[in-house]
């Protein structure tokens, strides 16, 4: 890995399915560490439809648009494109970690992996979809460029958890490798390491001959993607992320078959364990909770702190729904323009959570937004309804239209 100073010593994602849920629902839990004076922002989306050609600017690298993209929430450091976790209008929910393999991290500037946890949620109306979508970027871009803002690079790989009503998958990824299973029902938790053994329901064409090109796996017995990947000098971050995976398998199992959205957010408040971190160089900087029941009558609804330590943070929820208007202007590449850390000008404590993005020039409405605005809004907007990420009431939701096939 690139670079000094302080690592994150946690970033854990749970997801439980029936029968360990007390209700038919699945539900999704992450806890995002990050640096300790980073903004992290929660933002929503509308959907919204593009014109063949159109190109997206994400975080470092410009692709190609896909022709819709859905509604979705985001929680995201508030300099880059990207987001650390997130849910769409179709009931996904993505959240990523860091890891570091044999493949080599590179500093040029590609897709960040929080980057694909957006795209993913924009593209993607199931998690089978999202993640397809997150594997052909993947695949054609690749993945790299600093994670934090400040000078010295910090640069990884990425693990995914997704979910949606019926079904979960864990995304595990080096370089442009990599390889997914299938959640079907039960409990399951992932924690800045590879964790996916001989169990794989999907992987990259050319996975298994990488491995054995590289020596790592001799072609002889069951292919384990976390053996054949894993570093075999562990770096002690991956070795207190094995402690915390642990303790959060046990606490899923100490709850299976009980588990409510009050648990998973008494799981991320867990300092104990480490799952809940305050540290001089890291903090957990938000939290999420995310109840997607099997009734698709219900809706799905979203808890984010948007503050800093869910050990002091009230989770809000948020809802998607109706065609609520956007309040502010989308991305404009302000990583070379101007920084977004707390610093002096916010508070130490939860100075972040849903603030404006600063409106590009002559920006468009786009599914519900007003004149002049653009396509993305802090969720604390009002309007009346349900209780948004960050305080006050707004209306949530966004356009309606059929779902984009593939990666765009």
């Known amino acids: 890995m690139a670079g000094k100073g302080p690592v994150p010593s946690s970033c854990d994602c749970f997801v439980a399915l029936p029968p360990h849920t007390a209700a038919p629902a699945v539900i999704f839990g992450k806890n995002a560490d990050r640096p300790r004076h980073e903004v992290q922002e929660i933002v929503y989306v509308p959907a919204a439809t593009h014109r063949p050609g159109d190109r997206v600017q994400c ?77 052909a970027l993947l695949e054609r871009h690749g993945q ?37 299973q299938q959640i079907r029902e039960g409990s399951r938790n992932i924690s800045n390491q590879l964790s996916i053994g001989t169990d794989i329901t999907a992987e990259h064409a050319e996975l298994r001959q990488r491995a054995r090109s590289q020596g790592w796996w001799s072609g002889a017995g069951e292919f384990s993607f976390a053996d054949a990947f894993s570093l075999e000098q562990q770096p002690p971050r991956m070795e207190a992320a094995k402690a915390r995976y642990r303790a959060g398998k046990e606490l899923l199992r100490q709850h299976a078959g009980h588990i409510t959205a009050e648990t998973f957010m008494a799981i991320l408040r867990d300092k ?39 050990s002091r943070s009230v989770f809000k929820p948020f809802v998607f729904r109706g065609r609520p208007e956007a309040l502010a202007a989308g991305f404009v590449s302000q990583l070379q323009r101007r920084p977004r850390q707390e610093g002096a000008a916010l508070p130490e404590h939860g100075g972040s959570a849903a603030r404006a993005v600063p409106p590009a ?6 599914d519900g937004a007003g004149p002049g605005a653009g396509p993305e809004a802090p969720a604390d907007a009002a309007g009346p309804g349900e209780a948004g990420p960050g305080g006050g009431e707004r209306a949530a939701g966004g356009g309606r239209g059929p779902p984009p096939r593939g990666a765009g």
């Open 59 to 135: 975080t470092y690298l410009e692709i190609e648009q896909a022709p819709r993209t859905h509604a979705v929430v985001l929680s995201r450091p508030a300099w880059l494109w990207g987001a650390e976790m997130g849910a769409n209008e179709h009931g996904v929910c993505v959240g990523n970690e860091g890891v570091w393999t044999r493949e080599p991290v590179g500093e040029d500037e590609a897709l960040l992996g929080m980057d694909l946890v957006r795209l993913g949620l924009e593209r993607g109306s199931s998690a089978r979809e999202a993640l397809e979508v997150i594997t």
């Open 144 to 180: 790299g460029g600093s994670c934090k803002e400040e000078p010295v690079p910090f640069v990884y790989h990425n693990t995914f958890l997704l979910a949606d009503r019926s079904e979960a998958w864990v995304l595990e990824t080096a370089g442009r490798y990599w390889a997914a």
């Open 272 to 310: 104990a364990s480490g799952i809940c971190v305050d540290s001089e160089g890291f903090r957990t900087a938000g939290s999420m909770v995310s109840v997607l029941p099997r009734d698709p009558a219900v809706p799905c609804v979203h808890f984010f702190t948007a503050t800093p330590d869910p």
């Open 361 to 366: 020039p002559g920006g468009a409405g786009a």
